[in-house]
């Protein structure tokens, strides 16, 4: 049972309408017993569903250990989760997730956790996974700034800014629950959403975009980028053309590019503005780039300057091919005008360490673009405009050489290689 001190500060971060409609919602469950057992507790949360793991943890924290939920626990566990600062809430999902509490996240539980969220956010059973691979390889993204015991919560912490998905998801767990009277209600919103997949005829599993990486990579877009995904692009469907890539993808609004070598990795970029023929890099800071196999990672822009995003075609002396960041010869990462050949370095755009790519150079196994927001045609006109205005070959290439006065020219870090 909880005291009276952790109940009254936690009550005073509810409007009485939401504690109103919170207590309406725990009495029609629990009825005479007031107070709530496991499986009451998942019901009145809409979690039946629930990985075992994650229910059973859960419940633990919310219930601080007992065998029984309170009404004063469930306000003060939905206070510390839905009406904390951002790092009392990350603290609490963090609390779900150490098992063993000992201060530190497991490997297993982790990959458990990721697991049981994902199949929560996409209705399906846990553990039937498209590309099974996926959860060991974010863990083995967020566990490469820990130690080999555990993930730590100022660790958690750093990984979940670059990717919430498991934040968010877990935070979601304890929205439901209330009884709708108006406005200022609890919201009984549920789970991370997860974008439509529109497939264009190919086969969800010959895709490198599984609904489980879709679900990831969704968490760091704007809520208007994650309703539905097209696929513009697949080299396997449409060939390994760059006229086609063009004429599928040019224009169209904000993308991801993924790339698969040769070696089995994979990775790619967001493009925050449309693929447009354009002699100069473009974009802006909502560009980055990851990697997803052999582990998910996530790379912002380093500020050191705006190479963002750069796509070549049918030039005569500039590189043909679409890329992210690094200079001309030393790309963050580069895809070729023949979908054939790329490269990938450390570079000064992005805060990538090493290449994305198993080798600086790598072959093309397969290439594949998401549009993920419907293109806005008056807007898209107007960008089009801008870019072919700015269609000065010699000068541009002079810019991307570093030679010119563009303040998006970057420096060399190597001397450059012929792609």
């Known amino acids: 049972m909880c005291n009276t001190e952790s109940f009254l500060p936690a009550c005073r971060r509810f409007t009485k309408d ?57 306000v003060i566990a939905k206070a510390n989760c839905l009406k904390a600062t951002s790092d009392e809430t990350a603290s609490f999902c963090f609390n779900i997730l150490d098992a063993g509490r000992r201060g530190l996240v497991s490997h297993d539980s982790f990959v458990t956790a990721i697991q049981g969220c994902a199949a929560l956010a996409l209705h399906q059973q846990a553990g039937a996974n498209q590309h099974p691979q996926w959860a060991e390889a974010t ?6 700034g820990g130690s080999s015991q555990g993930l730590s919560l100022n660790v958690f912490l750093q990984w979940s800014k670059q990717l919430p998905a498991l934040l968010t998801s877990l935070k979601s767990l304890l929205t439901a629950g209330s009884v709708e009277t108006d406005s200022t209600a609890i919201s009984a919103t549920n789970h991370v959403k997860v974008p439509r ?51 599928k993808a040019a224009g169209k609004g904000p993308t991801l590019l993924l790339v698969k070598d040769k070696q089995g990795q994979l990775f790619g970029g967001y493009a925050s503005e449309p693929w447009l023929k354009n002699g100069k890099y473009y974009g802006n800071f909502s560009t980055f ?18 190479n963002f995003q750069y796509c070549g075609h049918n030039f005569a002396s500039l590189p043909n091919g ?3 960041g690094g200079q001309v010869g030393y790309w963050s990462l580069f895809v070729n005008g ?19 790519s198993a080798d600086t150079k790598f072959e093309v196994d397969v290439v594949e673009c998401w549009l993920t927001q419907q293109p806005d045609e008056e807007a898209t006109a107007s960008a089009a405009g801008s870019v072919l205005d700015r269609f000065k070959e010699d000068r541009n290439l002079m810019d991307l050489a570093g030679k010119g006065t563009s303040h998006s020219a970057g420096y060399r870090e190597a001397p450059p290689e012929e792609d």
Not at 233 to 241: I, Y
Not at 338 to 356: C, D, I, V
């Open 197 to 247: 997949m529109m497939y264009s005829d190919l086969s969800p599993s010959s895709c490198l975009m599984s609904p489980q990486l879709a679900w990831l990579l969704s968490s760091r877009l704007p809520p208007k980028q994650s309703a539905v995904w097209e696929l513009l692009f697949h080299s396997n469907k449409h060939g390994q053309s760059f006229n086609t890539f063009m004429g």
């Open 338 to 356: 023949l979908f054939e050949k790329g490269m990938s370095h450390k570079g000064a755009t992005y805060t990538n360490p090493a290449p994305l």
């Open 18 to 74: 939401e504690l109103f409609s919170l207590q309406a919602g725990f009495d029609k469950i629990c009825g005479s017993d007031h107070s709530l057992s496991k499986p009451a507790f998942l019901e009145f949360l809409s979690l039946q569903d629930l990985d075992s793991f994650l229910a059973g943890r859960l419940f633990t924290v919310v219930s601080q250990g007992q065998d029984r939920v309170t009404f004063d626990q469930l």
């Open 139 to 144: 863990a083995a993204g967020a566990f490469e």
């Open 322 to 324: 679409i890329g992210f």
């Open 289 to 306: 780039l990851f990697q997803l196999l052999p582990k998910v990672a996530m790379y912002n822009p380093s500020g050191a300057n705006q």
